[in-house]
């Protein structure tokens, strides 16, 4: 079966980075994107951007550009998104999110990372 | 930019017929889909292409469209249907990006 899953908690300081991973399984990894949403507290999704694992192309929410980076390793069929410059807005729950190519559909999710940024 | 708006809120008895907007200029041209969250826990798509159901999905879930809403019927709504109720959609303009709805809140009488 699909599953997705996510590294735990994080607690970081304002400034610092964040690195969250999502490991796949129950599916060829390079057949299908991997998505990145948030969710902070008590608040709706937030889409981040979109990782294809085949060739290592991304696209990203222009909200996160030049703060966010989405990287692939094919060897264990884990995708990284990792966030800089963190400010008491980030904190969140990080989700990633399987997707199909060609359609908008994020059929399976994982169970979330809590990211705290908190000085 | 491009937005999709859901009321925040819907109050159903269980058995009665719940919907769910969500309206959006791109609907028209996109699809959209929804997704189920209960509190503590990850979303789950229950609608996708605008009326399609993922396997496992009760049918007393269903979607439709007309003009620039989309609607997600809940029918005979149960107890363990209260949950947020999330739309997203998709734009290529000016580059792709994935866009929520707010969230409506369902509430189960």
């Known amino acids: 079966q699909v599953q997705l899953a996510q590294s735990g908690p994080e607690v970081e300081k304002p400034g610092a980075s964040v690195k969250v991973s999502c490991k796949a399984s129950?599916?060829?990894?390079?057949?299908?994107?991997i998505h990145w949403a948030r969710q902070a507290p008590g608040q709706g999704l937030e889409w981040m951007g979109i990782?294809?694992?085949?060739?290592?192309?991304?696209v990203y929410a222009q909200k996160f550009q030049g703060r966010v980076n989405m990287t692939r390793d094919t060897s264990t069929s884990t995708v990284y998104m990792q966030l800089s410059s963190l400010r008491s807005q980030d904190t969140a729950v990080y989700y990633c999110a399987r997707g199909d190519f060609g359609d908008a559909n994020l059929d399976y999710w994982g169970p979330g990372t809590l990211v705290t940024v908190s000085s | 930019s491009y937005e999709l708006t859901q009321p925040p809120s819907v109050s159903v008895s269980p058995g009665q017929t719940a919907r769910i907007t969500c309206s959006g200029d791109l609907l028209p041209k996109e699809y959209a889909y929804w997704y189920q969250q209960k509190p503590g826990q990850a979303p789950v798509m229950v609608i996708y292409?605008?009326?399609e159901t993922p396997s496992g999905i009760p049918e007393r879930f269903s979607g439709s469209s007309s003009g620039t809403t989309f609607t997600l019927t809940i029918s005979g709504v149960q107890a363990e249907d209260e949950a947020d109720y999330y739309c997203?959609?998709?734009?290529?303009?000016?580059?792709?990006?994935?866009?929520f709805g707010g969230g409506t809140r369902l509430s189960v009488l």
């Open positions: 990782i294809n694992p085949s060739d290592d192309n991304t």
């Open positions: 997203q959609s998709a734009d290529s303009s000016p580059s792709y990006h994935v866009i």
């Open positions: 129950g599916y060829t990894f390079t057949n299908y994107y």
């Open positions: 292409k605008d009326s």
